[in-house]
């Protein structure tokens, strides 16, 4: 059997506007199995990122139910959300959302002391991780004196730092230039090898290919899915 | 973690130097001004409470003449309408311990080229106990030298000073004084009093036997008549009967019937010293409450410097919670930051408060007590201060909701 990580049931989400209600995501339904790498893409204002926000527990759908590693987030306390979103989730931003004041070091350490790691134990992982992201060297710089894709390299590592079982990811590559796109998309490709479940939100094809299933939003409901595909066949297709 | 966030909050302070200066600087001067206002207002209690108790305790003076009235003598003459028999009078009396004709006047001395104008005060041996006045040097008179007249006299430090040198090369015990061009041979020298609650100067005073100082000193209008006469109570509990019973034993033995003006006025000088003494704890308590509004100021100011903090770093707090950080973690963070300010500012203030409470004292000479319970107090305040000012804005961001406050430009 293969286990879900998340699984969306009739999901709405609607913003409350000066104008009424706005609805966004419409009937949203999909199952991602563990270890699977989905790419979302779609048109402009389709929904996507809404739809990625409450998949990170950032936000809360109008309606519908989100399971969350057998665990539906509708009914957990906001402590236990906040535990889900430093252990269970590594989400990756567009604009890479990095401490402008902390150091690299520091930031990829920042989840660890929201999970109660000891200051030793918190810089000997981070600093593993930014090795892992080729950034040993610019530990100590700010994240000002680093290009975009060297940022989201940290931005990757913080992320990972708490051994997440599930990233996600809104436009990983959207500000990066398409040489540092592909070397972003490595570091992925390498961690869903790992077994990471990843889920990624792309306007471009190429990037999309990189993942095992595609997913197309058009305007708030998901038109078009490739389909779970089972871990055992994964291996068949891209080794 | 709590070191994590203490370093944290540290770091958010130093980010933005001049305005964490100018919002402690409020603080700094909340806290300065009470521990110095304190420091003024303890000092100036503890100077009132000497005084008092320099004066001696459960005390009461009977004064010649009729009670003021709205501040002016009545006028019936020069004459003091008291005399050493009224004084022997009240030894009798229930509850009185000590009784002691006083009379005084002024008087001009002379030691070697030294010239003085002091106070000379004739009493009996017993005054000395009374005021609870002891010598520094010598020996006070007894009964025999009232009895007797002799001219005998117990100097204060100031006439000492001003008659025999700053130095102590000079023993002025023995040596012969001229007061008034009548020779007097030194008895002994007074404790040091310092000054009554009026601020005039105890030590410049001579003290001699009553009886020299009638007969020898300052002439006499009516033999044995004296200006004053200090009685002594035995304790707090009896001073109103005390005071009534002097006031009927006086009128009885001057004749003087009821309903009409007396010729003398008794006065409770433990009552006077008391009031002034809670005018001083009232003044204290003033002066420390109008710098508590300073410290009040400095708080609002942390608020409203914590509240543009935390509207600058709403997506700082986004991205916290996105990567897990709890309610209380924010909380935590932004209410450490503000007491953090509150604190180094409080040990400032501090700082500066003693400073100026010394700097108070060596140029105005007036006394100052810096008790460990005002800085105590000041820290405490200071510290709640930057919890209650503090927590509304570390509130405000811990309920931010994360993805609105990611959103945040
Ligand atoms: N906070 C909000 N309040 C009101 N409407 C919103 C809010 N956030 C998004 N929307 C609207 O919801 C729709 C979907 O937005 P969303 O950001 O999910 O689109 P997207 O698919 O991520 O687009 P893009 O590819 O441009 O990132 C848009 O029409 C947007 O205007
Ligand atoms: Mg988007």
Not at chain 1, 175 to 196: K, P, R, Y
Not at chain 2, 109 to 131: F, H, K, L, P
Request: glycine content about 10%.
């Amino acid at each position: 059997m293969q286990q879900s990580v998340i699984e969306v049931n009739h999901l709405y989400k609607a913003y409350q506007t000066a104008a009424g209600d706005f609805p966004v995501l419409k009937d949203v339904n999909l199952q991602v199995l563990s270890g699977d790498y989905v790419a979302i893409m779609g048109p402009s204002g389709s929904g996507k990122s809404t739809f990625m926000n409450i998949l990170g527990c950032l936000d809360m759908p109008t309606a519908g139910s989100y399971v969350l590693d057998g665990y539906a987030v509708a009914t957990m306390a906001a402590d236990q959300v906040a535990k889900v979103r430093n252990q269970t989730i590594g989400f990756v931003f567009q604009g890479f959302n990095l401490l402008a004041r902390a150091s690299l070091l520091d930031n990829v350490a920042l989840p660890l002391v929201y999970a109660g790691v000891s200051k030793e134990a918190r810089h000997a992982r981070a600093s593993l991780l930014l090795e892992k992201v080729g950034l040993s060297k610019h530990m100590h710089s700010h994240p000002n004196q680093i290009s975009g894709g060297q940022q989201q390299r940290v931005a990757i590592a913080r992320a990972l730092v708490n051994q997440p079982r599930l990233i996600l990811a809104d436009e990983p590559t959207g500000n990066l230039d398409s040489t540092t796109s592909e070397e972003i998309m490595a570091i992925f490709d390498g961690l869903n090898q790992e077994g990471i479940t990843i889920v990624l939100v792309t306007h471009e094809t190429d990037i999309a290919e990189h993942a095992k299933r595609q997913v197309r939003f058009l305007d708030g409901r998901i038109v078009q899915d490739t389909g779970a595909v089972a871990s055992t066949e994964i291996g068949h297709d891209h080794v | 973690m709590f070191s994590a966030m203490l370093g944290e909050a540290w770091h958010a302070m130093g980010a933005n130097r001049l305005r964490t200066f100018l919002t402690m600087l409020g603080m700094v001067i909340g806290v300065g001004a009470v521990v110095l206002m304190m420091a003024i207002g303890q000092g100036a209690e503890a100077s009132v409470k000497r005084s008092i108790s320099a004066m001696g305790s459960h005390l009461f003076v009977v004064l010649s003449g009729p009670p003021r009235m709205g501040g002016a003598r009545t006028a019936t003459g020069n004459a003091p309408s008291l005399n050493v028999r009224d004084a022997n009078a009240i030894v009798e009396l229930y509850g009185v311990v000590g009784v002691a004709p006083v009379t005084m006047g002024k008087g001009q001395v002379v030691y070697a080229s030294n010239n003085w104008n002091t106070d000379i005060i004739g009493t009996t041996a017993e005054y000395m106990d009374i005021r609870g006045w002891g010598l520094s040097a010598g020996y006070p008179f007894s009964t025999s030298d009232t009895r007797s007249a002799t001219r005998v006299a117990l100097l204060g430090k100031t006439v000492v000073q001003n008659l025999f040198g700053e130095e102590d090369d000079v023993d002025p015990i023995g040596k012969t004084i001229r007061i008034n061009q009548r020779p007097f041979v030194v008895l002994g020298v007074l404790d040091s009093k310092g000054q009554t609650l009026d601020g005039r100067d105890q030590d410049d005073t001579i003290i001699v036997p009553l009886t020299t100082a009638q007969r020898k000193l300052f002439g006499n209008q009516l033999p044995g008549t004296v200006r004053q006469i200090m009685v002594q109570a035995e304790s707090d509990n009896v001073m109103s009967m005390v005071e009534d019973a002097l006031n009927s034993l006086l009128n009885q033995r001057h004749n003087i019937r009821e309903g009409a003006d007396s010729d003398f006025s008794v006065r409770n000088l433990t009552a006077i010293a008391n009031s002034a003494a809670e005018t001083a704890r009232t003044m204290s308590l003033l002066l420390g409450a109008i710098a508590s509004v300073s410290l009040l100021v400095g708080g609002i100011g942390i608020m409203n410097i914590m509240l543009v903090s935390v509207t600058e770093r709403t997506r700082e707090i986004g991205i916290r919670m996105a990567i897990g950080a709890r309610e209380r973690d924010i909380l935590m963070q932004f209410l450490l930051e503000a007491i953090m300010i509150s604190i180094v500012g409080c040990l400032i203030g501090i700082a500066i408060g003693v400073t100026g409470a010394v700097l108070v004292s060596v140029f105005t000479q007036a006394e100052v007590i810096v008790s460990s319970a005002s800085v105590l107090i000041a820290f405490s305040v200071a510290a709640s201060i930057g919890v209650f000012f503090g927590f509304y804005p570390a509130r405000k961001a811990a309920r931010l909701n994360p993805i609105e406050a990611l959103r945040y430009q």
